[in-house]
């Protein structure tokens, strides 16, 4: 790959600009519009046919040419209005159309070959089904078209295929025709009567099942739901359909929006590089967020289902009525539409069990990403590969800045915001900046200062300090707020932050922090603010970003003492957690000290009886005790360290998990057999809660007393009559190391060996097995009758579990896993770009890493810079890794 680079002012930053990349500021209007689009498939293995149908409009740019996008096309004829065209030229990316009247007809024929794309991008066979994905730039891949999202166009899609291999032909929109031709094939035509860019169209064609349901809307519309599976899935239909007319609801009762079209169709398909799609009226989905029934999935994957669901059905507002107008602006949908995803999941299920799954995502994953070389804000200000840029940061980090501007605003406000939002703007393309100015307008509170969350990137470091006198009652708390430079932005500005807090009194009580209010939100805004709270008569316990209302990195002076009062009397069950995971924190950076200077671990009773009192506090919800029980990961916890030490940060983190295992025993065979639940299966929070400790406890004890644990785990799995229950007693064998481990594996493969989705199960657990055979095991399941290389679940659930999840192992010294991870890369470079970048995340996050290391991931990352053929998406995570 050549490369050039030229240097440019920009601000006082100084950039280095690689020709390769597109840029926020460049951004111009399209000087062509689309009205319609007529597509027509005549599908075949390696030769589909496509012809595009289009009504083009100059709407600018005087003489400039039509420049259409288009990959791996074959041109088979061009035409305006009805001539054969010669007035063009095939360019890389696309082909420029030039001396073109300013309104006509253009027709293009192309030819492509879905059997051998395995970027699964475009048009592409997954098993024996045609289906597409087509954001972010995957429709050039179809045709040459203005694939980009600014350019909405009335879309009719006629397919033609196999009557008997295909007979369902779906596209977006009402089926309007069909009928038979010769040959054994058969057509159906669909009219998309909302305008759309191409990233939402979507075909599918294959023989399913399908199971059939209708929703009635609030204005009293009847709604086709139709949910297309591989044949003979049937069975695991009933949890997706039901999360879709949940969603329905919630989307109407809480954001007041109604779906739109006549039908709502889902298709489950097994080859899919990531968790499902929103396309107009035909959701293609993983089928990992489809299929579930209680023997094959667990209750974690039904929540997982239901929040995808939701997610891609509340996307028909956010995303598809309302539409990006660029890509730079994708968390306008995604942040977005990941808060309402949160919120439906929140309103459904437990609130704080939710807020504490969102925030680990931000703690083990979001954080390493803004420190790392990939940084960015929000809305990046210049992206290489789009496909690189859904990331944790655009949707998670989005999702707290849309949850911050809740906190700001009020459920109202925000509600009338996004009322203003909806009526200034459905139809079109939009900018973040539009959303904020609706909500401004809506609210009347002044956002100008808030919006520099959208163009910053970086974790704020908020430093917080207090005082209290005595003489006049008062309380001070002071915040410093730091905002380091990072990889792509050196000037950092101070942000507007929410700091949500409560003062508690020594009995536990929260104090009047005026007008009767126990709970308030101040807002941080400057580099350093005091806050005086009066009429106090007693130092206070401050309770800090309750609800973590800010994605910040904060820290305060607590005591052991301090932090014990919090777990035990924080009103929000929330900072309960937070304060039980400073707790543990703080501890395991301690230990992590104390081995380095060569002296024992060790930990205080205090620590230990303040995870003793959760576990015998009946008032809490089974499932928040088992959160409490769950730590900073490995790789989360690289976090806490300025230089991490690999090997002390695994030793550390074992003995304390093993110490509170340990001290705890007898408290956990006590709930252990309390939350085993009996009968028959239900995914309702109760049960959910219940089997989460359950299993917590079963792994704590393997940790503790393997003989009794081994016990139970057998127990435990012949007892059990769905899959939660049997995989928590398989995770217990497994981190446990017992006796029984190597038996109830291969018990489980032999039941389950044709089922894809279940076998990830397993093969995420054996990648995660602290052994050092890990490595070995991992290369030898390649060959397994289970696996297969070239479908994106099997790859993440043993290599991305295992560079994820298995950190100790990946970071071995001798640099094998490094190596592994490089030897994968390059296999999947040509393949599967795409997940390729995906996987490649803890292979460019090492700069809190020792030298050896350091050096050591760098060699390998040369050696993938070195290949011929480095795709664009790995070429700009490799490159700005070494840059860094
Ligand atoms: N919008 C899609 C993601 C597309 C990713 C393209 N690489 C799914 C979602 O966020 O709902
Ligand atoms: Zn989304």
Same mark, same amino acid.
């Given at each position: 790959?050549?490369?050039?680079?030229?240097?440019?002012?920009? %601000?006082?930053?100084?950039?280095?600009?690689?020709?390769?990349?597109?840029?926020?500021?460049?951004?111009?209007?399209?000087?062509?519009?689309?009205?319609?689009?007529?597509?027509?498939?005549?599908?075949?293995?390696?030769?589909?046919?496509?012809?595009?149908?289009?009504?083009?409009?100059?709407?600018?740019?005087?003489?400039?040419?039509?420049?259409?996008?288009?990959?791996?096309?074959?041109?088979?004829?061009?035409?305006?209005?009805?001539?054969?065209?010669?007035?063009?030229?095939?360019?890389?990316?696309?082909?420029?159309?030039?001396?073109?009247?300013?309104?006509?007809?253009?027709? =293009?024929?192309?030819?492509?070959?879905?059997?051998?794309?395995?970027?699964?991008?475009?048009?592409?066979?997954?098993?024996?089904?045609?289906?597409?994905?087509?954001?972010?730039?995957?429709?050039?891949?179809?045709?040459?078209?203005?694939?980009?999202?600014?350019?909405?166009?009335?879309?009719?899609?006629?397919?033609?295929?196999?009557?008997?291999?295909?007979?369902?032909?779906?596209?977006?929109?009402?089926?309007?025709?069909?009928?038979?031709?010769?040959?054994?094939?058969?057509?159906?035509?669909?009219?998309?009567?909302?305008?759309?860019?191409?990233?939402?169209?979507?075909?599918?064609?294959?023989?399913?099942?399908?199971?059939?349901?209708?929703?009635?809307?609030?204005?009293?519309?009847?709604?086709?739901?139709?949910? *297309?599976?591989?044949?003979?899935?049937?069975?695991?239909?009933?949890?997706?359909?039901?999360?879709?007319?949940?969603?329905?609801?919630?989307?109407?009762?809480?954001?007041?929006?109604?779906?739109?079209?006549? $039908?709502?169709?889902?298709?489950? +398909?097994?080859?899919?590089?990531?968790?499902?799609?929103?396309?107009?009226?035909?959701?293609?989905?993983?089928?990992?967020?489809?299929?579930?029934?209680?023997?094959?999935?667990?209750?974690?994957?039904?929540?997982?289902?239901?929040?995808?669901?939701?997610?891609?059905?509340?996307? %028909?507002?956010?995303?598809?009525?309302?539409?990006?107008?660029?890509?730079?602006?994708?968390?306008?949908?995604?942040?977005?539409?990941?808060?309402?995803?949160?919120?439906?999941?929140?309103?459904?299920?437990?609130?704080?069990?939710?807020? =504490?799954?969102?925030?680990?995502?931000?703690?083990?994953?979001?954080?390493?990403?803004?420190?790392?070389?990939?940084?960015?804000?929000?809305?990046?200000?210049?992206?290489?590969?789009?496909?690189?840029?859904?990331?944790?940061?655009?949707?998670?980090?989005?999702?707290?800045?849309?949850?911050?501007?809740?906190?700001?605003?009020?459920?109202?406000?925000?509600?009338?915001?996004?009322?203003?939002?909806?009526?200034?703007?459905?139809?079109?393309?939009?900018?973040?900046?539009?959303?904020?100015?609706?909500?401004?307008?809506?609210?009347?509170?002044?956002?100008?200062?808030?919006?520099?969350?959208?163009?910053?990137?970086?974790?704020?470091?908020?430093?917080?300090?207090?005082?209290?006198?005595?003489?006049?009652?008062?309380?001070?708390?002071?915040?410093?707020?730091?905002?380091?430079?990072?990889?792509?932005?050196?000037?950092?500005?101070?942000?507007? $932050?929410?700091?949500?807090?409560?003062?508690?009194?020594?009995?536990?009580?929260?104090?009047?922090?005026?007008?009767?209010?126990?709970?308030?939100?101040?807002?941080?805004?400057?580099?350093?603010?005091?806050?005086?709270?009066?009429?106090?008569?007693?130092?206070?316990?401050?309770?800090?970003?309750?609800?973590?209302?800010?994605?910040?990195?904060?820290?305060?002076?607590?005591?052991?003492?301090?932090?014990?009062?919090?777990?035990?009397?924080?009103?929000?069950?929330?900072?309960?957690?937070?304060?039980?995971?400073?707790?543990?924190?703080?501890?395991?950076?301690?230990?992590?000290?104390?081995?380095?200077?060569?002296?024992?671990?060790?930990?205080?009773?205090?620590? +230990?009886?303040?995870?003793?009192?959760?576990?015998?506090?009946?008032?809490?919800?089974?499932?928040?005790?088992?959160?409490?029980?769950?730590?900073?990961?490995?790789?989360?916890?690289?976090?806490?360290?300025?230089?991490?030490?690999?090997?002390?940060?695994?030793?550390?983190?074992?003995?304390?998990?093993?110490?509170?295992?340990?001290?705890?025993?007898?408290?956990?065979?006590?709930?252990?057999?309390?939350?085993?639940?009996?009968?028959?299966?239900?995914?309702?929070?109760?049960?959910?809660?219940?089997?989460?400790?359950?299993?917590?406890? =079963?792994?704590?004890?393997?940790?503790?007393?393997?003989?009794?644990?081994?016990?139970?785990?057998?127990?435990?799995?012949?007892?059990?009559?769905?899959?939660?229950?049997?995989?928590?007693?398989?995770?217990?064998?497994?981190?446990?190391?017992?006796?029984?481990?190597?038996?109830?594996?291969?018990?489980?493969?032999?039941?389950?060996?044709?089922?894809?989705?279940?076998?990830?199960?397993?093969?995420?657990?054996?990648?995660?097995?602290?052994?050092?055979?890990?490595?070995?095991?991992?290369?030898?399941?390649?060959?397994?009758?289970? *696996?297969?290389?070239?479908?994106?679940?099997?790859?993440?659930?043993?290599?991305?579990?295992?560079?994820?999840?298995?950190?100790?192992?990946?970071?071995?010294?001798?640099?094998?896993?490094?190596?592994?991870?490089?030897?994968?890369?390059?296999?999947?470079?040509?393949? %599967?770009?795409?997940?390729?970048?995906?996987?490649?995340?803890?292979?460019?996050?090492?700069?809190?890493?020792?030298?050896?290391? $350091?050096?050591?991931?760098?060699?390998?990352?040369?050696?993938?810079?070195?290949?011929?053929?480095?795709?664009?998406?790995?070429?700009?995570?490799?490159?700005?890794?070494?840059?860094?």
């Amino acid at each position: 790959m050549s490369q050039s680079s030229s240097i440019e002012e920009n %601000n006082e930053q100084v950039i280095e600009k690689n020709p390769q990349e597109k840029h926020l500021a460049d951004y111009q209007p399209s000087d062509f519009l689309v009205d319609s689009l007529d597509l027509e498939f005549d599908l075949y293995d390696q030769n589909t046919v496509v012809k595009a149908t289009s009504q083009v409009k100059r709407v600018g740019g005087d003489n400039s040419p039509l420049a259409l996008f288009g990959e791996q096309l074959n041109l088979r004829s061009l035409r305006v209005n009805q001539q054969t065209f010669e007035n063009y030229k095939l360019v890389e990316g696309g082909i420029e159309l030039v001396e073109l009247p300013e309104q006509f007809i253009l027709e =293009i024929e192309t030819e492509i070959n879905p059997l051998d794309n395995k970027a699964f991008e475009g048009l592409y066979k997954s098993g024996d089904a045609f289906c597409t994905q087509c954001e972010a730039e995957g429709f050039r891949r179809i045709t040459y078209y203005l694939d980009r999202p600014d350019v909405l166009a009335k879309f009719s899609t006629k397919i033609s295929a196999d009557k008997q291999l295909y007979p369902s032909l779906l596209s977006n929109g009402n089926r309007v025709e069909q009928g038979d031709l010769d040959n054994g094939r058969h057509y159906v035509k669909w009219v998309d009567p909302f305008p759309k860019p191409a990233y939402l169209f979507a075909l599918v064609a294959g023989d399913f099942d399908c199971l059939r349901d209708t929703f009635v809307t609030k204005s009293g519309r009847t709604v086709d739901l139709e949910l *297309f599976v591989d044949k003979g899935n049937l069975d695991k239909t009933a949890h997706a359909m039901l999360s879709l007319k949940n969603a329905m609801k919630w989307d109407e009762t809480r954001f007041n929006l109604e779906y739109d079209l006549d $039908i709502y169709m889902i298709v489950a +398909v097994d080859f899919f590089n990531m968790g499902a799609m929103e396309n107009k009226g035909l959701n293609v989905f993983n089928s990992k967020f489809v299929l579930a029934n209680s023997q094959s999935a667990t209750d974690q994957d039904y929540l997982g289902i239901e929040a995808v669901i939701g997610h891609e059905y509340f996307h %028909n507002w956010t995303g598809n009525r309302i539409t990006c107008r660029d890509w730079f602006q994708l968390s306008l949908k995604e942040g977005l539409t990941v808060f309402r995803d949160q919120e439906f999941s929140s309103d459904m299920g437990s609130r704080p069990v939710n807020r =504490i799954a969102n925030v680990k995502v931000m703690r083990n994953h979001q954080f390493a990403e803004d420190a790392g070389p990939m940084s960015h804000p929000i809305r990046p200000a210049s992206v290489m590969e789009m496909n690189n840029f859904y990331t944790v940061t655009v949707y998670d980090k989005g999702s707290e800045v849309i949850r911050m501007l809740h906190t700001l605003l009020g459920e109202q406000k925000f509600q009338q915001g996004m009322g203003l939002y909806v009526e200034r703007h459905d139809g079109q393309a939009v900018t973040c900046d539009d959303f904020v100015a609706a909500m401004t307008d809506a609210s009347g509170i002044d956002l100008t200062l808030f919006k520099r969350w959208y163009s910053q990137s970086g974790t704020p470091q908020i430093n917080i300090s207090d005082h209290f006198d005595a003489s006049t009652n008062s309380y001070q708390l002071t915040f410093k707020q730091k905002n380091l430079p990072t990889a792509d932005q050196k000037k950092k500005e101070p942000l507007h $932050i929410p700091v949500d807090i409560e003062l508690l009194d020594a009995q536990g009580n929260a104090l009047d922090l005026g007008n009767a209010q126990l709970t308030k939100v101040i807002s941080l805004t400057q580099k350093e603010q005091t806050f005086v709270f009066k009429g106090l008569s007693e130092k206070p316990v401050p309770c800090l970003f309750r609800g973590f209302s800010a994605p910040v990195k904060y820290t305060y002076g607590y005591s052991d003492e301090q932090l014990l009062h919090l777990m035990r009397f924080a009103s929000d069950e929330f900072s309960r957690w937070d304060a039980g995971q400073t707790l543990f924190n703080k501890y395991l950076v301690s230990n992590v000290l104390l081995k380095q200077q060569g002296q024992a671990f060790t930990l205080p009773t205090l620590f +230990v009886d303040a995870f003793k009192s959760v576990l015998l506090n009946d008032q809490l919800d089974p499932a928040l005790i088992a959160d409490m029980f769950e730590f900073i990961s490995e790789s989360g916890a690289m976090e806490l360290f300025d230089c991490v030490d690999i090997e002390a940060l695994h030793e550390a983190r074992n003995y304390i998990i093993k110490t509170l295992a340990t001290s705890l025993q007898s408290d956990f065979v006590t709930l252990y057999h309390q939350h085993h639940v009996a009968g028959e299966y239900q995914p309702n929070s109760a049960d959910i809660g219940q089997r989460k400790l359950a299993n917590c406890a =079963i792994a704590y004890i393997a940790k503790s007393d393997k003989t009794l644990a081994n016990e139970l785990v057998l127990k435990q799995i012949e007892d059990s009559n769905n899959m939660t229950v049997h995989l928590g007693a398989l995770q217990a064998a497994n981190s446990g190391k017992l006796a029984c481990r190597d038996a109830v594996m291969a018990d489980f493969d032999d039941k389950w060996f044709e089922n894809g989705l279940v076998m990830d199960k397993w093969f995420a657990l054996q990648a995660s097995l602290s052994s050092d055979s890990v490595l070995a095991n991992i290369e030898a399941l390649f060959a397994h009758r289970s *696996f297969d290389y070239s479908n994106p679940n099997r790859l993440r659930a043993l290599v991305g579990t295992f560079v994820n999840a298995n950190s100790y192992y990946f970071h071995a010294i001798d640099g094998s896993g490094y190596r592994f991870l490089t030897d994968q890369l390059i296999k999947l470079n040509s393949q %599967n770009p795409q997940v390729a970048a995906r996987l490649i995340t803890p292979l460019i996050q090492f700069k809190r890493l020792d030298k050896t290391r $350091i050096e050591l991931i760098k060699s390998q990352l040369q050696r993938l810079l070195a290949i011929d053929d480095l795709s664009l998406d790995l070429y700009e995570k490799v490159s700005k890794a070494l840059a860094q």
